[in-house]
């Protein structure tokens, strides 16, 4: 399979060269890189382009507009995506397609672990950030939520999605809203093992912390209640199952978790 990774990146130049180092130290390495610029100030683009990925330029400033013409100009079978502060494992992308080679898995969202703070902030990270926000998610969705810093997609769910999905704005999270328009058909897989690293600057202050957490309820606001859609119950009823996965999907949704892609111009989670 042809695989693209895309990188939606606001000057954030040095974790851009270490999520791109990271990259080229793959056991199975990327068919094409796609960094998608958003408008940067700083060298983030000549970093890029030293390291070989192809530069999308995308001048209209948010990480929903960045990251959907960055899927858009992809040209694989496999589209994954990583922020430019994540760093992932040598086997990050072996492993995922093994996950794909289930035919029945059409997108897959992994972990992540946070890098940059104390032991204690990182373990209340991956506890209630991480992993309250995938559970309520999952209940919500009826499937688990795409993590935006470390999930992948086969080419045919951009393809069906990409018209419907909100390209505009600052104040949603891109990931959560792509969630929102998962087909009951399409399966989405939680691997819990598929992990990368993940900056824990989200809690670098009250803050900035306070205003992710309220990017949910806009997120949210444009699709309608679930209930309207389809009662949670009956969705998980003809999934087959009575928890919040989607059928194929790994039950351990409520183990692990997500978190959104948020950050604002300049501090740089990967864009605003």
Not at 143 to 170: C, I, K
Not at 221 to 246: D, V
């Amino acid at each position: 399979m042809f695989v693209s990774v895309v990188i939606p990146v606001r000057n954030d130049g040095p974790m851009l060269r270490r999520a791109l180092d990271a990259l080229a130290a793959q056991t199975r390495r990327a068919d094409e890189i796609v960094v998608v610029d958003n408008g940067s100030t700083d060298d983030s683009a000549a970093i890029a382009a030293a390291a070989g990925a192809r530069i999308v330029t995308e001048p209209i400033a948010g990480i929903p507009r960045a990251s959907a013409v960055g899927y858009d100009a992809a040209r694989g079978d496999i589209i994954a995506r990583i922020d430019a502060d994540t760093v992932v494992p040598p086997t990050w992308l072996e492993h995922a397609l093994t996950d794909f080679d289930d035919a029945q898995v059409d997108l897959l969202t992994g972990h992540a672990t946070f890098y940059g703070a104390g032991a204690v902030t990182r373990r209340l990270g991956r506890a209630w950030w991480v992993g309250g926000m995938y559970w309520s998610m999952s209940i919500y969705l009826g499937h688990p939520p795409v993590f935006g810093s470390n999930f992948a997609m086969r080419r045919q769910v951009w393809t069906q999605l990409g018209d419907e999905v909100h390209r505009y704005g600052l104040g949603i999270h891109d990931d959560l809203d792509l969630s929102l328009h998962v087909k009951p058909w399409m399966t989405v897989r939680h691997d819990p093992s598929w992990t990368a690293e993940i900056s824990a600057r989200p809690f670098a202050t009250v803050r900035g912390l306070a205003r992710r957490l309220r990017w949910v309820i806009p997120t949210l606001r444009g699709h309608g209640s679930p209930w309207r859609r389809k009662a949670l119950w009956r969705r998980w009823h003809e999934e087959g199952t009575w928890g919040p996965i989607s059928a194929g999907a790994a039950p351990d949704w409520a183990v692990d978790g997500w978190a959104g892609d948020d950050a604002e111009p300049g501090e740089g989670h990967a864009i605003a």
